[in-house]
């Protein structure tokens, strides 16, 4: 960051407003008062990374112009001392990501933190109605841990554990509710299966599509197509909606026999034997990556992005 970053940062009322380019995108940044110019310097640069976090999805962010608010956290701190304690996006003029900060901790903390990542990562869909929130959360949560693998700020070993254990909270959770019941509005004790279950379907069409095609399709190449043809999105979509326009991109569809498969019944996404056949071992002393798996170079595309 040289000396020209200084002069572009213009102080409002109470706060410190910025923009940065990375590729597809102008980010507009604002952080909230108070904090000191080095902090702001830094925070600027961190949120830089994470759209390029975002960016090793397809190459561009998926909105020109978003909005970027860090709001210093400073409330006490209800028992979280992580570097970003809260974080979300709100649509109503723009998409803006709000992302509240914890000053305490060092920056080098801030990259390691997945909250921004993750919520970043949700400009990559349009904002979907409520009980189709699993889509939108499960696929932040997936990019979110195989976004920090790509750009190195997780080992492949540490993403593929959050995942696993990421798959067996929402496996555990709510187990007699059906992924559509799970996301709607009100119904308590259900965060776990609506994260994870939209993960685990991300990561069942994510090799499907790598498998069938020898790598020329992936997730990240049909969300690409998305963001070409639809983002950013003024209206809000259902999930048969999204899915049906992804599948629109293929010749065979994943989406929808996914979506028919399990967003109405109370089984959850058989993760399982996929993690088996991508060679993902949990041992006692954490996962091992197996390099004899039918499925491991698809695993290793996943978490190193080549
Ligand atoms: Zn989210």
């Known amino acids: 960051m040289d000396s020209l970053f200084l002069l572009a940062l213009a102080a409002s009322s109470n706060a410190l407003v910025t923009s940065v380019d990375?590729?597809?995108?102008?980010?507009?940044?604002?952080?909230?008062?108070?904090?000191?110019d080095h902090k702001a310097q830094e925070l600027v640069e961190w949120i830089a990374s994470t759209a390029n976090n975002v960016?090793?999805?397809?190459?561009?962010?998926?909105?020109?112009?978003?909005?970027?608010?860090?709001?210093?956290?400073?409330?006490?701190?209800?028992?979280?001392?992580?570097?970003v304690t809260f974080g979300r996006v709100t649509r109503s003029d723009g998409e803006t990501v709000e992302l509240f900060v914890n000053l305490d901790r060092p920056i080098s903390e801030f990259y390691e933190d997945w909250t921004a990542t993750h919520e970043l990562s949700h400009l990559m869909l349009p904002l979907l109605s409520q009980r189709y929130r699993w889509i939108s959360e499960g696929f932040a949560s997936y990019y979110q841990n195989v976004l920090l693998s790509r750009a190195g700020h997780y080992t492949p070993e540490h993403a593929w554990q959050r995942l696993t254990e990421g798959f067996v909270r929402g496996r555990d959770s709510r187990p007699e509710l059906t992924l559509n019941q799970a996301?709607?509005?009100?119904?308590?004790?259900?965060?776990?299966?609506?994260?994870?279950?939209?993960?685990?379907?991300?990561?069942?069409?994510?090799?499907?599509?790598?498998?069938?095609?020898?790598?020329?399709?992936?997730?990240?190449?049909?969300?690409?197509?998305?963001?070409?043809?639809?983002?950013?999105?003024?209206?809000?979509?259902s999930g048969p909606e999204l899915f049906r326009r992804l599948d629109?991109?293929?010749?065979?569809?994943?989406?929808?026999?996914?979506?028919?498969?399990?967003?109405?019944?109370?089984?959850?996404?058989?993760?399982?034997?996929?993690?088996?056949?991508?060679?993902?071992?949990?041992?006692?002393a954490g996962v091992i990556l197996r390099h004899d798996a039918p499925l491991a170079n698809?695993?290793?595309?996943?978490?190193t992005g080549y």
């Open 183 to 237: 996301a709607t509005g009100g119904i308590r004790n259900a965060r776990m299966k609506v994260y994870w279950s939209g993960a685990a379907i991300a990561l069942l069409a994510d090799v499907e599509l790598r498998q069938r095609s020898d790598g020329e399709e992936s997730l990240d190449s049909v969300l690409g197509q998305l963001q070409q043809c639809c983002l950013p999105a003024e209206k809000r979509w």
């Open 298 to 303: 698809i695993r290793e595309a996943i978490s």
């Open 55 to 83: 960016n090793l999805t397809y190459g561009r962010f998926p909105n020109p112009a978003p909005k970027i608010i860090i709001i210093p956290n400073t409330r006490p701190s209800w028992n979280d001392d992580s570097a």
């Open 22 to 36: 990375v590729a597809g995108a102008t980010l507009k940044i604002e952080i909230r008062q108070p904090v000191s």
């Open 248 to 284: 629109s991109f293929l010749e065979t569809p994943v989406f929808m026999p996914l979506y028919r498969e399990y967003a109405n019944d109370t089984k959850f996404p058989p993760f399982t034997p996929m993690l088996k056949e991508l060679g993902i071992v949990t041992s006692s």
